[in-house]
């Protein structure tokens, strides 16, 4: 049934993020050169948490995932908007882009969910540091990523699922830089409130539902760090957490902006700028903000850096 829904339309055209000839070559480089530092910045990130073996504990596990999702999920998208800015037709195939939707669902939806398991590994860290080795023990974390890659599938079936029942007429033209439900969504024939709700049901358990054990975890952490008198103590504290901070409030501040906001209150123009946050420079930006912010990455670093220059 599927297949004949969307047998009218084989592929698929990204307009872009702009349609002028000036801007194309150094938009090109620019996030030309964003990809390269989310690339090396990852990757290095990666491996300098498996070299390092006091690096071995719960907060850096959770790490490396997040960098392993921003930088598959950058490698889904990126080098195709590259593509675009140096060729006259940006198209994609009906599964390319099935393809490219459903692999940034995933990663979307796993980032979301490993931002909220990382929270709660500093919720017992700081409040309960007595437990933590027991509470945050190797089964407990592999099953916490388990839990984060099963709701990266749940919400990526989830959308790919709406689009099951979705007739393609025969506009192809994608409003986008990539192939995202809202602007595939405005090219059906027949999609509805009904698509339009179940969009914003599975956004809001892939935003809402991480952003409430964050805000929870982070209560109950501001809380039992104000209760700590000593000024070291209370920095030492801060500084844990932070970097992360910082991450959640751009991820989630950006993808709510895109998603949960009215399409009349949010043209598809100033969405592709809004997405880029998360798509582009929430992936670049999470290795620098957590390696210049962290002691112990910095250490790290010094350590491989030092032995290199030594051998």
Not at 157 to 182: K, R
Not at 299 to 305: D, E, P, R
């Amino acid at each position: 049934m599927a297949a004949d829904n969307t047998s009218s339309v084989t592929e698929f055209i990204l307009t872009g993020l702009t349609d002028q000839p000036g801007l194309q070559m150094p938009l090109f480089f620019l996030f030309l050169a964003f990809y390269v530092i989310t690339v090396v910045g990852n990757l290095g990130l990666i491996t300098l948490i498996g070299l390092n073996s006091h690096l071995h504990i719960p907060m850096y596990f959770f790490l490396l995932n997040l960098s392993f999702i921003d930088f598959s999920y950058s490698t889904t998208l990126i080098p195709k908007m590259l593509m675009g800015f140096v060729s006259k037709k940006n198209i994609i195939s009906y599964k390319g882009c099935m393809t490219q939707f459903f692999l940034f669902c995933f990663f979307v939806f796993s980032e979301s969910y490993i931002l909220s398991a990382m929270a709660y590994d500093r919720y017992v860290a700081i409040c309960k540091p007595l437990v933590y080795t027991v509470t945050m023990s190797p089964q407990v974390c592999l099953l916490l990523l388990l839990g984060v890659y099963g709701m990266g599938v749940f919400g990526a079936v989830a959308h790919m699922g709406n689009l099951m029942f979705v007739t393609f007429c025969a506009n192809n033209l994608v409003n986008h830089y990539m192939c995202d439900i809202l602007p595939l969504l405005e090219l059906s024939c027949n999609s509805s409130y009904i698509n339009l709700l179940m969009v914003f049901i599975a956004v809001t358990i892939g935003i809402g539902v991480p952003i409430v054990n964050i805000f929870t975890s982070y209560g109950f952490i501001l809380s039992s760090t104000l209760h700590i008198r000593s000024t070291k103590g209370k920095s030492k504290a801060f500084s844990t957490f932070s970097s992360h901070i910082i991450v959640v409030s751009l991820f989630f501040g950006s993808g709510a902006f895109m998603y949960l906001k009215p399409s009349s209150l949010l043209p598809m123009n100033q969405g592709k700028v809004s997405s880029l946050f998360y798509t582009t420079v929430v992936p670049m930006l999470n290795p620098v903000i957590y390696s210049l912010r962290n002691k112990d990455v910095k250490f790290a670093l010094k350590k491989i850096l030092g032995k290199k220059s030594f051998s």
